[in-house]
């Protein structure tokens, strides 16, 4: 079946650090993926997404690729702020339904 | 943006009771809405899909006549917890997604926190 899989949190770093939020999924056939955000007392957020194999999704400073040879879609950012700090959830769309990871609390300390 | 909204935020009841949870798109129409349900440290799960006008599909292993949602218009889909217990208790989250839209192309609501006693 389709699954997701996510680094568990937390995740603390500081200022302008370097972030990787690890994501691999298990699929049939070839779903697009997703990254979502939920800022505390919001609801989740499109943050980038990827509808093929080596695609590249980036936003607000965000990237992840598309890695079909290792079922990957890592989150990066090459410097993080504190107004990062959210919960990060990595997905994949299937049917028209979305499959989540568990989500990673990122914290940004100045 | 589109927005959606759910009310309450939280609420805290006694065992054997009913709660209805409101999930409204403010600014644009859902023919879709999504009702997912998340446990603390677990990821979304996915409960049912609710098309407006129609009945609401279920996952597997969601209870139909425990968790009764109703999508009667384009803006409000709701969702009724009947006869709560304590292991109904968690986080339940609302999405709406537009005419044609693909899986990402939902719009999430903040949550409802439950509380059972």
């Known amino acids: 079946g389709n699954s997701v899989t996510q680094m568990e949190g937390p995740v603390t770093l500081s200022e302008e650090a370097f972030l990787t939020i690890n994501c691999t999924y298990t699929?049939?056939?070839?779903?697009?993926l997703f990254w979502y955000v939920q800022y505390p007392g919001e609801g989740l957020q499109l943050l980038l997404k990827?509808?093929?194999?080596?695609d590249k999704g980036s936003n607000k400073g965000f990237e992840a690729t598309y890695r079909k040879e290792t079922t990957s879609f890592h989150l990066e950012k090459g410097s993080v702020q504190v107004s990062d700090s959210a919960v990060y959830f990595c997905?994949?769309?299937?049917?028209?339904?979305?499959?989540f990871g568990t989500g990673t609390l990122l914290a940004v300390q100045p | 943006g589109a927005v959606v909204s759910q009310h309450p935020s939280w609420v805290i009841c006694k065992s054997g009771t009913s709660v209805k949870i409101e999930c409204r798109s403010l600014d644009f129409q859902a023919t879709t809405m999504f009702w997912y349900r998340q446990f603390p440290k677990q990821s979304l799960m996915l409960m049912a899909t609710s098309n407006e006008g129609s009945k609401a599909t279920y996952e597997q292993g969601v209870e139909k006549d425990k968790f009764l949602i109703n999508h009667a218009s384009l803006t409000l889909s709701t969702l009724t917890v009947t006869s709560a217990h304590p292991e109904d208790s968690s986080f339940y989250i609302c999405?709406?997604?537009?005419?044609?839209?693909?899986?990402?192309?939902?719009?999430f609501g903040p949550g409802t926190r439950l509380t059972v006693l």
């Open positions: 990827a509808t093929k194999a080596d």
């Open positions: 997905a994949l769309g299937a049917t028209n339904k979305l499959i």
């Open positions: 699929a049939t056939g070839y779903p697009s």
């Open positions: 999405s709406a997604r537009v005419l044609a839209g693909g899986p990402d192309e939902q719009f």
